[in-house]
């Protein structure tokens, strides 16, 4: 109701700004100078009232949205938890990441590179959604999540991306059944210290082989240290801690390093 009552007020603006138009155009009849003030007087303000009606009905669906949104952060909470008490090492997780720290794991996106985003262990689609608010169009997004009920949600939220309800680290075998298109980025939320080392490093490595030469791997920890600390033809760096996640956490990138003939060419 609110929402109609604000596009009323919105609606009647542009009437009232087509009628001003109008008359400042329509020649003068018998030259009535003042009669056209009036009316342009009486416009103005009709038109000033409905822009303050509009912007007095601004604050309340603001706060709707507010409410929407913790509401909405709530049952993806309830959601996590649940999917966490069936399979905790999997899950890897009680709660989604935080708005701060999904959009920092989306700011390294490269979307500037040609080809798709995928995305290892989504969840509820958190960093997904700060992907989208990025400006990443959902049709580039293949989203590799291992839960059933969360690839149910993806899909109901993100209409334009590809879910594979799958295993992350079977990457290679994923990215041949959909063709292998190119990759301009990888991103994960997967638990890597969950699996032992060399699975976590033989992921990386097809991330790498997989994507655009020196195209990042970007990973988030809770752990102080990183989830592979040493890989030939690889470098990696971290961001700044992101103390407002429960629990702290950090990004880790990932990045082949590229030969400086294979730039040229
Ligand atoms: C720590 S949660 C992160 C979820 C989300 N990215 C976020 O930041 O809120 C890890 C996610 O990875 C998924 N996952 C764990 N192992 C996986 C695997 N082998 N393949 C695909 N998804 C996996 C879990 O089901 C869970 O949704």
Redesign the pocket.
């Known amino acids: 109701m609110i929402e109609t009552a604000r596009q009323r007020a919105k609606d009647m603006q542009l009437r009232l700004s087509a009628e001003i138009q109008a008359l400042r155009k329509r020649p003068l009849a018998g030259g009535d100078k003042g009669t056209r003030r009036r009316e342009l007087t009486l416009l103005n303000e009709l038109r000033a009232r409905a822009r303050r009606t509009e912007s007095d009905l601004e604050p309340i669906s603001r706060r709707r949205q507010v409410l929407r949104n913790i509401q909405l952060r709530l049952v993806d909470e309830a959601r996590?938890l649940r999917?966490w008490a069936g399979?905790p090492l999997?899950?890897?997780?009680v709660?989604?990441?935080g708005q701060e720290?999904?959009r920092l794991?989306a700011h390294y996106v490269e979307a500037e590179h040609p080809g798709v985003i995928v995305?290892?262990?989504?969840?509820?689609?958190?960093?997904?959604q700060a992907l989208l608010e990025r400006g990443v169009p959902a049709e580039r997004l293949v989203l590799?999540?291992?839960?059933p009920d969360?690839c149910e949600l993806l899909r109901e939220r993100f209409p334009g991306a590809t879910v594979v309800n799958?295993?992350?680290?079977a990457l290679s075998d994923t990215m041949a059944e959909l063709g292998n298109p190119p990759i301009a980025s990888v991103i994960?939320?997967?638990?890597l210290f969950?699996?032992p080392l060399p699975e976590r490093e033989r992921l990386l490595a097809d991330a790498m082989r997989l994507m655009h030469p020196g195209a990042p791997f970007i990973q988030?920890s809770y752990a102080l240290v990183p989830p592979v600390k040493r890989m030939v033809g690889a470098t990696f760096s971290t961001s700044r801690w992101v103390l407002a996640n429960l629990p702290p956490a950090r990004v880790w990138l990932y990045r082949a390093v590229v030969e400086r003939s294979s730039i040229a060419a």
């Not at 995305?119 to 997904?128: D, F, N």
């Not at 799958?166 to 680290?169: K, L, Q, V």
């Open positions: 996590f999917n399979n999997k899950t890897g997780a709660a989604p990441s720290l999904s794991m995305e290892l262990g989504p969840g509820t689609g958190a960093v997904t590799i999540e291992y839960s969360f799958g295993n992350a680290y994960s939320g997967l638990p969950t699996r988030f």
